[in-house]
């Protein structure tokens, strides 16, 4: 996480920085990526990127978590919208991906994360759904899913459901980033994955 240095910046310091270091992080993975390249477009010394953080890996995951955080309210925003199906949210959310990453420049940060996952990357994307039902929006997000569709004894069953529906979910985004497919295919081969759980799990 930023040092405290990095919370007492002007808020439009910490856009330039923050843009530059998603910018390098689009353009290569991130054992490739340099620091040199972030403080040049931030047009900041380079020493002064160490006052705000650890290393490259810090400012990465930072920016990662605020990927997860920015999905995790439209994760909940999509549950209004859809009544409470768990199965039609996630397949907005999976669209939503798809169609950012493949019309901005800068979503190829997404990209990149996905196809050069580790564990602790994969830890990151799974706060998006497992944390918001498990933690994060407890109350507010069970009491938007309905229940009463779901073949489930107990509402502890619910957070095996959202670990099921968050593994197809990134296997189907590396997928679709690895194999270059194109927004149809993807969301064909989605939609038809979810179907078949929603099928196997749903009244």
């Not at 931030?42 to 290393?55: H, L, N, T």
């Amino acid at each position: 996480m930023p040092k405290p240095t990095f919370y007492n910046l002007a808020e439009s310091k910490k856009k330039v920085l923050m843009e530059a270091a998603e910018a390098e992080f689009s353009r290569v993975a991130l054992s490739e990526a340099s620091i040199a390249n972030i403080v040049k477009m931030a047009k900041v010394p380079r020493g002064s990127f160490y006052q705000y953080f650890e290393d490259k890996e810090d400012a990465y995951f930072f920016l990662l978590e605020e990927h997860a955080k920015r999905r995790q309210i439209n994760f909940i925003t999509f549950l209004k919208q859809t009544n409470g199906d768990i199965f039609e949210t996630m397949r907005e959310m999976y669209c939503q991906t798809i169609s950012n990453a493949t019309n901005k420049g800068n979503l190829h940060f997404v990209k990149n994360a996905l196809l050069n996952m580790n564990h602790k990357i994969e830890n990151t994307f799974e706060k998006i759904f497992i944390d918001t039902v498990m933690e994060d929006h407890l109350d507010e997000v069970r009491s938007l899913i309905n229940k009463d569709k779901l073949n489930i004894e107990h509402e502890s069953d619910l957070s095996h459901i959202m670990k099921i529906l968050t593994v197809v979910t990134l296997r189907n985004l590396i997928e679709t980033f690895a194999k270059d497919l194109t927004y149809k295919e993807a969301v064909h081969n989605y939609t038809a994955e979810i179907s078949l759980l929603k099928r196997g799990l749903s009244k």
